[in-house]
């Protein structure tokens, strides 16, 4: 089992930034890919940023040059650093972490990013 715990999230003006954390805990040992995802009113969840275990990156094309996704392996937490934020970016957003062993993904709760224009 692993349980990832998001915070970070608020109400921000375009233009502001914002910083997520995931801290992951329980089989972390198990977890290769973390990454965050986020889901607006009446869309789809979607890929926002992704880490591998040994640093390659991932992004959105829409998040490219704004957001920026970085992991700290000893604390066991995945970070979102999120610049020139846009209302279009207001979400909830989502940690993800893959367990390849298993085929499953765990998420955690969700973290609610609200940019204001």
């Known amino acids: 089992q692993v349980q990832l715990v998001e915070s970070g999230g608020g109400l921000v003006q375009a233009g502001g930034s914002l910083r997520l954390s995931c801290a992951a805990s329980g089989n972390i040992f198990s977890i290769s890919d973390m990454g965050w995802y986020r889901q607006a009113p009446g869309k789809q969840r979607e890929l926002v940023a992704a880490i591998a275990s040994g640093g390659r990156t991932n992004y959105a094309d829409s998040v490219k040059g704004r957001f920026t996704i970085s992991r700290d392996n000893a604390k066991n937490t995945v970070y979102l650093q999120m610049n020139s934020l846009k209302p279009g970016d207001t979400a909830v957003y989502y940690c993800?972490?893959?367990?390849?062993?298993?085929?499953?993904?765990?998420w955690g709760q969700g973290t609610q990013v609200t940019v204001s224009s």
């Open positions: 993800n972490a893959k367990v390849p062993s298993l085929k499953y993904d765990y």
